[in-house]
T-cell receptor, first 111, second 117 residues
Framework: SQQGEEDPQALSIQEGENATMNCSYKTSINNLQWYRQNSGRGLVHLILIRSNEREKHSGRLRVTLDTSKKSSSLLITASRAADTASYFCATAPPGDYKLSFGAGTTVTVRA | DSGVTQTPKHLITATGQRVTLRCSPRSGDLSVYWYQQSLDQGLQFLIQYYNGEERAKGNILERFSAQQFPDLHSELNLSSLELGDSALYFC????????????????FGPGTRLTVL
């Protein structure tokens, strides 16, 4: 069963625009991680945010976490064609290491 | 490049057969995880090993088994294969420090694509 759900399922934007996707989860977490997957390839770790953090930045990425609403968002600013991929959020419950993934958001950046 | 290697990249086999997937973790990582990604089930956690011992089990079928060797590489064995076992199988590794799961990042390998005909 999947712990998280990403919204929207798919997103199409113009190069240079920002892309925002959301993740909702069901149970308590220790941390939430975002991964990127290019078509049929491995997952690339983007960012990890701990349950006691509210916002984190990494380059053009901004992640927020609201544990009271059990939700997170990933913002990609100034998108590029290379950002075309599927994005997954993954959560780990307290005291546990195994990740539960959402179904992912497929982002297409048009040139 | 995450530093996690998986072999083979592709595997095509027939129903009823047995295959072994191999994973080498990043240098220094003690935890190895196996995940299955299929179109209908998405990404599912299968099993975790930490320093040679099984630590957590997820949605792993009884026909599947895994182990982690003293050199920390891991193998996932899939037997009596069925059509539905066709999927991408990922290995991930992390430092896996006990009690510090708050910052334990998992790094994924490129995956093994298994096709069962």
């Amino acid at each position: 069963s999947q712990q998280g759900e990403e919204d929207p399922q798919a997103l199409s934007i113009q190069e240079g625009e920002n892309a925002t996707m959301n993740c909702s989860y069901k149970t308590s977490i220790n941390n939430l991680q975002w991964y990127r997957q290019n078509s049929g390839r491995g997952l690339v770790h983007l960012i990890l945010i701990r349950s006691n953090e509210r916002e984190k930045h990494s380059g053009r990425l901004r992640v927020t976490l609201d544990t009271s609403k059990k939700s997170s968002s990933l913002l990609i600013t100034a998108s590029r064609a290379a950002d075309t991929a599927s994005y997954f959020c993954a959560t780990a419950p307290p005291g546990d290491y195994k990740l539960s993934f959402g179904a992912g958001t497929t982002v297409t950046v048009r040139a | 490049d995450s530093g996690v290697t998986q072999t083979p990249k592709h595997l095509i086999t027939a129903t009823g057969q047995r295959v072994t997937l191999r994973c080498s973790p990043r240098s220094g990582d003690l935890s190895v995880y196996w995940y299955q990604q299929s179109l209908d089930q998405g990404l599912q956690f299968l099993i975790q090993y930490y320093n040679g011992e099984e630590r957590a089990k997820g949605n792993i079928l009884e026909r599947f088994s895994a182990q982690q060797f003293p050199d920390l590489h891991s193998e996932l064995n899939l037997s009596s294969l069925e059509l539905g076992d066709s999927a991408l199988y990922f290995c991930a590794s992390s430092v896996g420090l006990a009690g510090d799961s708050g910052t334990d990042t998992q790094y994924f390998g490129p995956g093994t694509r298994l096709t069962v005909l």
